[in-house]
């Protein structure tokens, strides 16, 4: 019987999976953008709209990091190294233009892709979806911190299998809560860990 190979860790010189390039590209993109509606269309705006990709984008950059990791592909210790690579262009400077405010808001965002991703790594994640989400809505905006560690905490059990959070999301949210906000980033998440299905075939045949 023969013996089965050993898998070999990507080499980041041969594959990166967030530049600083690609966010300086995107940056200029949504600059040139609208994000005004028309009132005679119903089409959201092209800002909005490219928004979304872009977001998208870091999610599905983040976490073929963390395929890659549950793979066994990458040690804990370079997982976390190309995640931190990542976070430090996502929530590096604001740039000054009128941009600014919309950016902002996207590095509040993944707060809680990073968060859960390290959360994954290191092994800590735990509880169940449903308590968490009832817990983290109990949180004011004065405990923040603690809602993010929820969030977090919520958003690797879905990296793991958990199912998350479409169904909490359901109907209008007249005032939603950061912990809100986090919980929409999450099942972003879920949506791009599904895109991932067969991302070890394609990375392979890309290096």
């Keep these: ?7 070999v860790e990507p080499q980041s010189v041969l594959y990166y999976f967030y530049t600083q390039e690609r966010w300086d590209n995107w940056i200029k993109t949504l600059e040139e ?14 800002g909005l709209q490219s928004l979304n990709n872009f977001t998208e984008d870091i999610n599905v950059s983040v976490l073929k990091i963390i395929k890659l990791f549950l793979l066994g592909n990458y040690s ?20 000054e233009s009128d941009l600014a ?10 707060l809680v892709l990073f968060a859960g ?10 509880g169940v979806v449903k308590d968490l989400i009832k817990y983290g809505r109990t949180l004011g905006e004065d405990q923040a911190e ?17 199912s998350c959070c479409g169904k909490y999301l359901r109907g209008e949210m007249d005032d939603p809560t950061l912990f809100d906000d986090w919980l929409i980033e999450v099942d972003d998440i879920g949506n791009g860990l599904k895109s991932l299905k067969n991302f070890e075939e394609q990375f392979g045949e890309g290096i």
């Design 1 to 7: 019987m023969a013996k089965k190979k050993d898998k």
């Design 146 to 162: 603690e809602a993010l560690k929820t969030a977090a905490n919520v958003c690797a059990l879905v990296i793991q299998g958990g």
């Design 101 to 110: 405010d919309i950016v902002s808001g996207v590095q509040m965002r993944f």
């Design 33 to 46: 953008m609208s994000f005004e509606y028309d009132e005679d269309s119903e089409d959201m705006p092209e």
């Design 76 to 95: 804990g210790e370079a997982a976390k190294r190309k995640i931190e690579e990542v976070e430090e262009i996502v929530m590096g400077p604001l740039p």
């Design 117 to 126: 991703c390290k959360a994954v790594i290191d092994g800590t994640a735990t």
